[in-house]
């Protein structure tokens, strides 16, 4: 999901001198989301003392935990659910979410409400109170690759929490989703594998007076999936506040906007132009048939290759990384290039509060996507278009983004339009525009405090191209540095995960690359 527009900085080209709230006031309960808005677009709703009350409450957990089983069960048992539960996330106006306690009180409904009720044994009336506590309870598929991915013949999870995401990432309970009565799992908020996952938790969003009446009157859509690329890609977009933008100066400690400077980007160190990076599909200089150099291509991704901000406290084991790339024509006179980052391992959050839901696991799929444009001139120049950064993408705290140069900051060794300057938060490794939103993403958990310019980037080797979907260069490697495994950078399945080179465990490792980049079009 794309971040709230009203979550930006203030000046995203200046070093912030901005004070920080100590720890234990920023993680002070769900009074968090209602004061400091979530730097997600789907803001949390002030939690209602109601709904506080239902959720410290065992017996509602409990109701709500066999919703989600006899949910589950009712799925799993026929496609015909299956399809009608799609197309109601499909056709709903508010992206893809449904308010369930208006949902249910409506007709449509009640082939669901009968299943639910009779397989969790729990009567009507009761059902409609458990969903309709507080401020009453949403259902969506937070998941961008489930939304994209999932159809009626896929397996699908169902999960149902009272409590918000801030306090789930307090809560040292394990959240439990059901494949069918018999099977279930652990999901956190930060989870990313396993089946396509339907979330019951409390409304997040403002549905407005009559949230069914909406439903209803939307159009309806005729793809068998929830969402498509196009509308998730998209949907990340971010436009600037006003803010003029620059590199940031090197000893800049005034925090005040540096204005941009009139010119910026690169000439390729060959002097490639367009024209000259461009040659017949399948020729012996295009090994992954693109219709570009292979040589463009690289100098491409190392001359605008990100310059990543990493923390200084953080142990080497946490933050090294073994890098990859892939570039491939997007539209005219535009090369994408995808940075495969490719961290060894997920550290969890430092913070003390989240004794579960952050833990850690091996690998961490971190990516960063920039498009170059070429702009020609008097000299061939090439200028960074847009990037798109990677922030726990995927997953129910999804802070990823594509930004213009006016919100991007620039390596302050380098020019304007050329390499940018990527704030890794500590030990998570979510992808940042700046040093503010990273300290304010996923409700505080996320921090850039220590993070330094020690000369990290996410580099280009030569030998690293993976090419793309159709016409793979690359795909089983053995670690550079010597780790013990091997990745498949080409792969996708469900069994399988992105491990950082440390060989497969029981946590499923990360997002595998495969997925990725060819969600972003690297076919």
Not at 47 to 53: G, N
Not at 284 to 310: H, I, M, N, S, W
Not at 359 to 388: C, M, N
Not at 414 to 435: E, M, R, T
Request: hydrophobic share 35%; glycine share 8%; proline share 7%.
């Amino acid at each position: 999901m794309a971040k709230n527009q009203a979550c930006t900085s203030q000046s995203r080209y200046s070093r912030s001198t901005q004070t920080r709230l100590p720890l234990a006031v920023l993680l002070a309960g769900t009074v968090l989301a209602c004061e400091t808005p979530p730097s997600t677009s789907s803001q949390a709703r002030p939690t209602t003392s109601s709904q506080t009350a239902a959720a410290n409450q065992p017996a509602y957990a409990a109701a709500l935990d066999s919703v989600a089983r006899a949910f589950a069960s009712y799925l799993a048992s026929s496609p015909t659910a299956r399809t009608g539960v799609l197309a109601l996330l499909r056709d709903a106006p508010a992206r893809h979410a449904v308010h369930l306690a208006s949902f249910f009180g409506s007709e449509s409904s009640y082939e669901i409400r009968q299943e639910i009720a009779a397989r969790s044994g729990m009567p009507m009336k009761r059902l409609a109170e458990v969903i309709g506590a507080g401020s009453g309870m949403q259902i969506s598929m937070p998941r961008v690759l489930d939304r994209v991915r999932w159809d009626v013949d896929s397996q699908v999870a169902v999960m149902a929490t009272p409590l918000t995401i801030p306090q789930r990432l307090q809560s040292s309970a394990k959240t439990v989703a059901y494949i069918d009565a018999d099977s279930s799992f652990s999901v956190s908020p930060f989870s990313a594998s396993g089946p396509a996952l339907i979330v019951i938790e409390p409304v997040k969003r403002d549905f407005g007076i009559d949230p069914e009446g909406a439903r209803t009157n939307a159009p309806r859509q005729a793809r068998r999936t929830v969402s498509t690329r196009a509308e998730e890609i998209a949907a990340m977009s971010i436009t600037s506040q006003g803010a003029q933008m620059s590199i940031t100066p090197p000893d800049d400690s005034t925090g005040d906007i540096v204005l941009p400077p009139p010119t910026g980007g690169h000439v390729l160190p060959s002097g490639f132009t367009w024209t000259t990076c461009n040659t017949v599909t399948g020729a012996t200089d295009d090994a992954d048939a693109d219709g570009l150099k292979q040589q463009c291509e690289y100098e491409v991704a190392a001359t605008f290759r990100p310059t990543l901000l990493l923390s200084h406290s953080e142990a080497a084991g946490c933050k090294s990384y073994e890098p990859y790339w892939a570039a491939s024509p997007k539209g005219t006179q535009t090369i994408s290039v995808f940075y495969a980052i490719g961290y060894n391992q997920d550290c969890g959050s430092p913070n003390p509060y989240c004794p579960f839901s952050c833990e850690s696991h091996r690998g961490d799929s971190e990516f960063i996507i920039v498009d170059v444009h070429y702009v020609g001139g008097a000299e061939p120049k090439w200028e960074l278009a847009q990037a798109t950064l990677s922030a726990h993408w995927s997953t129910e705290v999804n802070e990823s983004v594509t930004a213009g140069p006016q919100d991007i900051e620039f390596s302050p060794w380098d020019v304007y339009k050329g390499k940018p300057q990527i704030w890794s938060a500590k030990f998570k490794h979510a992808n940042y525009l700046s040093k503010s939103r990273c300290d304010r993403g996923v409700y505080y958990y996320d921090t850039c405090d220590d993070n330094v310019d020690d000369g990290s980037a996410a580099y280009a080797l030569p030998s690293a191209n993976l090419g793309r979907y159709y016409a793979q260069l690359i795909n089983i490697v053995p670690s550079r540095a010597g780790k013990p495994g091997t990745e498949a950078l080409w792969a996708m399945g469900q069994t399988m995960g992105f491990f950082g080179w440390l060989g497969p465990d029981a946590q499923g490792g990360a997002t595998q690359y495969g997925y990725i980049l060819t969600f972003f079009g690297f076919l």
